[in-house]
């Protein structure tokens, strides 16, 4: 089935470590996203990335990284420097950027802090 | 993206019709309506969108207004399973969308 798959599904960091969500898709899309998710709170954009080799700061890049190697894999590192790590986190896809055709989710890695 | 406006929750009875409103007064023209859900823990899916003219698919109805500043999700018979937060997004998917809080919907027995 074609789809989006995030992995881990829980993942825990420890203090001054840097740690790497995976995100790949089938779907054949150009267009990736990688979106935060605190508590009771709706999603905000880290960064994006419209072709391979490519990729944008969102709203909250501050701490975080990526690459677009390939067009099917766009990983997410938080890095030590994101002072407050703990949240959901959740990647997108889409057809490629400026299309109207939806966005499609990942189900997720929750991150913790040890 | 527009910026719009929803419940902050809503209950439905089982078996009945969930219609969730959406305010978006400021999207332009050439913006979508998209609607999508999450249920706890899981991200989020995607369910209908539309730009001018109401939309049906297998899973709700979306009825936008002539002025296209406000919209309604139905689902035509809510089951438990239709549990969950609702967000009513106005831009292009394709583009960096902006979730909100979103509509929480309980559908109780």
């Known amino acids: 089935d074609g789809g989006i798959t995030q992995s881990p599904k829980y993942l825990f960091r420890k203090e001054g470590q840097n740690v790497t969500l995976s995100c790949e898709q089938n779907?054949?899309?150009?267009?990736m996203y990688w979106y935060r998710q605190d508590p009771g709170q709706g999603l905000r954009l880290i960064y994006y990335?419209?072709?391979?080799?490519?990729?944008q700061k969102g709203d909250i890049a501050e701490g975080y990284s990526v690459s677009r190697e390939k067009k099917e894999s766009f990983p997410l590192t938080v890095t030590s420097a994101q002072k407050n790590p703990t949240a959901f986190y959740l990647c997108a896809s889409s057809i490629m950027v400026g299309d109207r055709q939806p966005q499609h989710f990942g189900d997720g890695t929750r991150l913790s802090i040890l | 993206d527009a910026k719009t406006t929803q419940p902050t929750s809503m209950d439905c009875a089982e078996g009945r019709a969930a219609n969730l409103p959406c305010n978006h007064s400021t999207i332009s023209g050439n913006e979508y309506v998209y609607w999508y859900r999450q249920i706890h823990s899981q991200g989020p899916q995607y369910i209908i969108h539309?730009?001018?003219n109401n939309e049906t698919n297998e899973m709700a109805s979306l009825i936008i207004t002539e002025d296209r500043k406000s919209s309604t999700l139905i689902l035509p018979h809510a089951t438990l399973r239709d549990t969950a937060v609702y967000y009513c997004i106005g831009g292009n998917a394709g583009n960096m969308l902006t979730f909100g809080g979103g509509t929480r919907l309980m559908v109780k027995p």
């Open positions: 539309g730009l001018k």
């Open positions: 779907l054949n899309h150009d267009a």
């Open positions: 990335s419209q072709i391979v080799n490519d990729f």
